[in-house]
């Protein structure tokens, strides 16, 4: 194992950094911030950390009140990975790093790993306050890849779930990489609908509502859009 550096500094944010500034651990969190996951699941998801890695950043992250262990039902021997109310704390702070790291975003980086499970924390990372409608009540699905995720709207409130609702306002379909270049302004919507890389299902004031709300520009001309660019 190897000796955990601490920067010796009276500061909250060396504290912080104690915990959460080795390499691969902000990672660990955001797996775990989309979903509980075995230790198996972690690995595939972080590949290249390998297995004694993992093992020394999750007993770091048990040792510090961050992640926890649950058995899994109907299993005696298996367990998940799960974050703490402590844990939870950090949803915010890594929604607001990976909104700010999204414009670093380059050609180069979309031959790296990319998951549809991603655009769960994606999609919530970019949501703009401000552009929130305070007068509808709306869900939007976005179907990424073989994941499913919404986004409810409820006079101001969001909140965001993995459940695929009956009857959404709007369906947005697309693949991962397609969904994290439009989040990271590598390509906008209307180009991805022009490619057919994304299709969208929907009423346009719905669609100017959305987009606004996640910082996108999408002015489609016409009252509804159906199976656009699908």
């Known amino acids: 194992m190897t000796i955990k550096r601490d920067y010796g500094q009276f500061c909250g944010l060396a504290a912080g950094l104690n915990i959460l500034g080795e390499r691969w651990t902000l990672l660990i ?63 915010q702070p890594v929604l607001g790093l990976a909104r700010w790291g999204m414009p670093f975003l380059h050609e180069r980086d979309a031959h790296g790993t990319v998951r549809a499970d991603w655009g769960f924390l994606a999609v919530q990372a970019m949501v703009r306050p401000d552009h929130i409608p305070h007068d509808r009540h709306e869900q939007y699905l976005f179907e990424v890849g073989d994941r499913n995720f919404t986004i409810e709207v409820d006079r101001g409130h969001v909140s965001y779930s993995r459940r695929r609702p009956p009857r959404p306002d709007l369906t947005i379909t697309t693949d991962a990489e397609t969904f994290i270049r439009i989040g990271a302004r590598m390509i906008s919507p209307l180009e991805a609908l022009v490619k057919g890389t994304i299709r969208m299902d929907g009423d346009i004031d719905v669609i100017q509502r959305c987009s606004a709300m996640l910082g996108l520009g999408i002015e489609p001309t016409g009252s509804k859009v159906s199976n656009l660019a699908g």
């Not at 969190?29 to 998801?45: G, H, K, N, Q, Y």
């Not at 972080?46 to 899994?72: A, D, F, H």
């Not at 990975?81 to 939870?88: D, K, M």
């Open 29 to 91: 969190i955001r797996e775990l911030l989309i979903d509980t996951a075995r230790f198996s699941e972690l690995l595939e998801s972080l590949r290249g950390i390998g297995p004694n890695l993992l093992t020394e950043r999750l007993r770091s992250l048990e040792k510090n009140g961050i992640v926890v262990q649950v058995p899994v039902p109907d299993d005696l021997r298996g367990r998940y990975y799960r974050l703490t109310a402590r844990g939870e704390e950090l949803r």
